[in-house]
Structures are given as structure tokens and as C-alpha cells.
């Protein structure tokens, strides 16, 4: 069987979950479910980032114990992940003492390796990035970003990244899925020109004690980066023994698909594999960049300027379908994209309620008042022309959606869907069934049975983005089980005769 690794980035737990981490946290799950739906074996790796500086400044605030403070703040990321029907097979915390462990066994690793020395480091750190710069990388005296920076110069631990540029750089241009979207490829190897570093991966305790204790001098904590990155190989059971072969199963074999935001593409493009090729072991498949959600003056929305905006609160006035719809379809894959309460609004009634809304009304009423409520049977012979181009789109769809997942742009996908309900719905009009059932009822079965089958291929192409919805709708249709894709092309709607439920609007036409 095929199988299908995909993880989030693990959030930093210094504030509550919001749109931006919602977001990486969708489009990974809504990836993983269509890998379901074609057959794949799936595991969806997600969680929280709970070690280093940020946090434990955070934890001070507040003034509650750290240890205390992240699990607080991890359960507010189960809390919401569940609310947006994130079906995930581990929500991963690095303050776990498995991870721990296994994060000791690395560094213990490279240290015997050699690929670990001591040295002073001299120059500025990011705290809100958990990130080192160098004097020539500020910008104003500020991070690239805008963010403050500290002075530090203390003597630390250093993973000989800069053995690595080479390999890198040929491991990136020999394989062009590596970094996607494509164009996101050039900014790293744009960035590999410059010599490369090593990598400070230390903290002496004196100056932060929250993070993994370096095995071979307990004086100091792991860079919290390392720690975190090496969650997705330890959480498929790297360096644990009682995991055995899982390892093998879900990383070595598979190759991991990681999505993230294109803000932290060189640390997982430059550091995390540097890392991986020191450890000797295989490189993700695939590093997947999404871009930004924006706010009103097009910008990136984040909690630090206090306009992100908040899932919770979204989900009092949306349902968590369509605001899943919503992120998938809106922002395409990579590019950055603005968000507001209009935007999701506009497109839940053009796409759900309007389109897909009145889709379903419109044949399953004329079913219920001409039909007694019953599929049209499947007949034999041949289908008129109409007929048959619209079951050919169907057909043409379902390669479509497959292609637009496998070439990681779910928006794409879901546009196809979009146009095939489209279509779906001319053709309703052009057939005018509501006009001929009077006088042509057999003909009339045959038009409302192929919308039928249209309503039912949408729904199961759908159920990725929309679970619940779509699970009703299925088993309105007298269609309950988990039917993978490939019953469709064997043609598994029911065969006629069986009756289909009443159901009240599945999307409500939201005013403005
Ligand atoms: N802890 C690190 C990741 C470690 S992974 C081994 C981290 N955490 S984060 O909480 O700051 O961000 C996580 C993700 O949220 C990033 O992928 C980031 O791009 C995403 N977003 C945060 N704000 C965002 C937007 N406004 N828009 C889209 N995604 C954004 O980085």
C-alpha cells in the first residue's frame, strides 16, 4: 500500500493558536484526507514547539511554572485542532521525555561523530524568531523582519553546518520536489551562494535553562530549532527502541512531506537537512511553503501586531467546514493572500450556498415531489449526448483533483470541483427537468439520476475539505460508507430505488 507522511510545523505555545498556524495545520490535514481518499496509508504529525527563550519569558510573565504553562498552552491547540476536525495521528510535545531522550541520542551522536565542537559565539539573537543573526544580516539595527535582537557573546556549541553546503546544494538541484513551490527553490539556493556557517546549537544554562540538556555538558540546553525539527523523525520513532520499524515505515521508506510557512523555509531547507545528512539519514521528500494570510493593509497578519485573527471567534460565525473550505480554496498554494470576515463570507455563498447549495435543492426537491423520493433507476442503453459529456466531466474531474493534490495545489482542486458543479447546473438549466417531468418522465429520471451521481462524486471529492457536511450529505443520498474513489469509476452509486433524505440547507446563505 502507498502511504502518505505529512507534518505541520510544531507551534511556538508563547499565544494562543490563530488563523496563520490554523492554516498550515488545514491544508496539511486536507492533504493527508486525500491521500485517504485515494488509497493511501496516512500519518499526520502535528504539534507544539514548547521549549526555548520565548516560552520561558512567557511562563515568567504570567508567573506560573513553565512545565505548567505548556500544557496549558498545548491543550489550547488540541482544543481548537479538534474544533476544525483535524484528524491527526500524533499531537507531538517536545517537552515529552521520549523526545527528550531521543533528541540526547542525536546530539550524542554527531558529538562522537565530531561533528560537534566548542567555540565562542559573538553576535545577535533573535528571540521572537529563536533565530542567531550576524551584524551584517540586521537591517536597521533589527532583525530582516522587523523584530528587536539581542547582543550575545558567550562560549557555545557548534554542528559543523557548513560541510554541508555542497551535498545541499546538490541534493536540491538533483531533486526538483524538494522545495515546493518551485520558485521558493531559488531563494534558497540564492541564499547558499554566501559561505555557510555552522550552526550555534547550544544555550549555557546560566542564560536560558529551558530546552534539552546537551548530553556531554549538562551546563548547557539544545538550540531550540534542533530540537524541534528533529521532532518528525522521532515522532515516527527515530532513536526509540520500543518503536521498532516504524522508523523504517513512515520516514525511510515514505519520505515525509513537511508544510510550512514560507517564513521558516531556511530553517527547514538548509538547517533540518544539513542536520539529517550529518545523522546519516534520508531527506524529506518534499518541503512545502505555503505563504501568508494578510490583514486589511495587506500585510502579515500576526499576534505580535494583535490583528490576527482568532479560529475560535471564526467558528462562532462560521462552521468549521466552510471555513476549512475557505482557507483551502481561497489562498492558492504558496502565494500570500488576504483574509477578512467579507472574503469568507462572499465565498461561502458563491461556492457553497449558491452553487453546491442549489444544486442539491433543485434536484433533490423535484426527487421528493416527482419521484416519491427515490434515486431514478440506472438504466440500460444509451445516454443522450448531454448526459454522457457530463458524466465524462465527472470522470475528467475526478484525474483533475487527483493531479491538483498530487501536485500539492489543493485550490486547485477544489476550483475543479467548482467547475464541474458549475457545469452541473447549466445543464440542469438546459434540460429544464422541472419543465419536461410532465410530459417525459423517463427522460427526466435519466437527467435528475445524472445530476445525482454529479452531487454524490462532489460530495466524496469534498469530503477531504468539508468532513462533516459532506458525511451528511452522503448519507442524505442513501450513500453512508466510506467509499474510496475508485467506486466511483466502478460505478457504486446506488442502483435506483433506494430513497434519499430531507435535508435542511447545508450552507445557510450567510449575510454580510
Ligand atoms: N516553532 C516554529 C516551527 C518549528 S517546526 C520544527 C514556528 N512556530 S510558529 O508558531 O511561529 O509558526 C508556525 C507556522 O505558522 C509557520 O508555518 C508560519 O508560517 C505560520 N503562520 C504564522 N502566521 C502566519 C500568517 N499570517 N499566515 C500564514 N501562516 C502563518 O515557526
Not at 485550490?411 to 457545469?423: C, F, G, M, V
Request: aromatic share 10%; hydrophobic share 35%; glycine share 6%.
Amino acid at each position: 500500500m502507498n502511504r502518505f507522511y505529512i507534518t505541520t510545523p510544531l507551534y511556538y505555545i508563547n499565544d494562543k493558536p490563530h488563523l496563520g498556524t490554523a492554516y498550515s495545520t488545514v491544508i496539511a490535514d486536507v492533504l493527508s484526507r486525500y491521500h485517504q481518499l485515494m488509497g493511501y496509508e496516512t500519518f499526520l504529525l502535528t504539534g507544539t514547539d514548547e521549549h526555548g527563550q520565548k516560552c520561558s519569558q512567557s511562563a515568567k510573565q504570567k508567573n506560573i511554572p513553565v512545565q505548567s504553562y505548556c500544557d496549558e498552552m498545548a491543550g489550547n491547540f488540541e482544543k481548537v485542532w479538534k474544533l476544525l476536525d483535524i484528524s491527526y495521528n500524533l499531537f507531538f510535545r517536545t517537552t515529552s521525555s521520549w523526545h527528550k531522550r531521543a533528541v540526547q541520542k542525536c546530539l550524542q551522536s554527531l558529538y562522537n561523530k565530531q561533528l560537534i565542537y566548542e567555540s565562542t559565539y559573538e553576535g545577535w539573537y533573535c528571540v521572537s524568531e529563536e533565530i542567531f543573526y550576524t551584524s551584517k544580516d540586521l537591517v536597521d539595527g533589527k532583525s530582516p523582519t522587523g523584530k528587536e535582537v539581542i547582543k550575545i557573546k558567550e562560549k557555545n556549541y557548534f554542528f559543523k553546518m557548513s560541510a554541508y553546503q555542497k551535498p545541499l546544494i546538490e541534493h536540491i538541484e538533483k531533486h526538483p520536489d524538494f522545495i515546493q513551490p518551485s520558485y521558493r527553490k531559488n531563494e534558497v539556493l540564492g541564499f547558499l551562494k554566501q559561505d555557510l556557517e555552522d550552526l550555534c546549537i547550544s544555550r549555557p544554562k546560566s542564560r536560558l535553562d529551558w530546552g534539552v540538556e546537551i548530553p556531554f555538558n549538562t551546563d548547557y540546553v539544545t538550540y531550540v530549532w534542533v530540537d524541534a525539527l528533529l521532532n518528525y523523525t522521532t515522532g515516527v520513532g527515530y532513536q526509540q527502541k520500543d518503536r521498532e520499524g516504524e522508523f523504517e515505515k513512515w520516514w525511510e521508506d515514505t519520505g515525509a512531506l513537511h508544510v510550512i510557512g514560507k517564513d521558516i523555509l531556511l530553517t527547514h531547507c538548509v538547517y533540518w537537512p544539513c542536520l539529517l545528512m550529518a545523522l546519516g539519514i534520508r531527506l524529506p521528500k518534499t518541503v512545502l511553503a505555503h505563504g501568508w494570510l494578510l490583514n486589511q493593509s495587506q500585510e502579515k497578519m500576526s499576534k505580535s501586531k494583535g490583528d490576527a485573527m482568532d479560529p475560535l471567534a471564526l467558528l462562532q460565525s462560521f462552521d468549521s467546514d466552510s471555513l476549512r473550505y475557505f482557507l483551502t480554496r481561497d489562498i492558492p498554494m504558496g502565494n500570500d493572500a488576504p483574509v477578512s470576515h467579507s472574503l469568507i463570507t462572499r465565498r461561502i455563498n458563491e461556492d457553497l450556498a449558491n452553487n453546491l447549495g442549489n444544486l442539491i435543492s433543485r434536484t433533490t426537491k423535484m426527487i421528493h415531489q416527482h419521484f416519491n423520493s427515490q434515486i431514478p433507476e440506472r438504466k440500460a442503453g444509451k445516454a443522450t449526448d448531454n448526459i454522457e459529456s457530463l458524466k465524462e466531466l465527472g470522470t475528467k474531474t475526478t484525474e483533475e483533483v487527483k493531479e491538483g493534490i498530487l501536485s500539492l495545489k489543493p485550490h486547485s482542486a477544489l476550483e475543479r470541483i467548482i467547475h464541474l458543479l458549475n457545469e452541473t447546473n447549466k445543464f440542469l438549466e438546459q434540460n429544464a427537468p422541472w419543465k419536461t417531468v410532465k410530459s417525459n418522465k423517463e427522460d427526466t429520471a435519466k437527467v435528475l439520476r445524472a445530476a445525482l451521481e454529479i452531487i454524490y462524486l462532489s460530495s466524496v471529492l469534498l469530503k477531504p475539505v468539508m468532513p462533516k457536511k459532506m458525511k451528511q450529505l452522503l448519507e442524505s443520498l442513501s450513500c453512508p460508507e466510506e467509499w474510496p474513489l475508485k467506486h466511483f469509476q466502478s460505478g457504486a452509486f446506488p442502483k435506483g430505488g433506494e430513497k434519499i433524505q430531507e435535508l435542511p440547507p447545508l450552507f445557510p446563505r450567510i449575510k454580510n
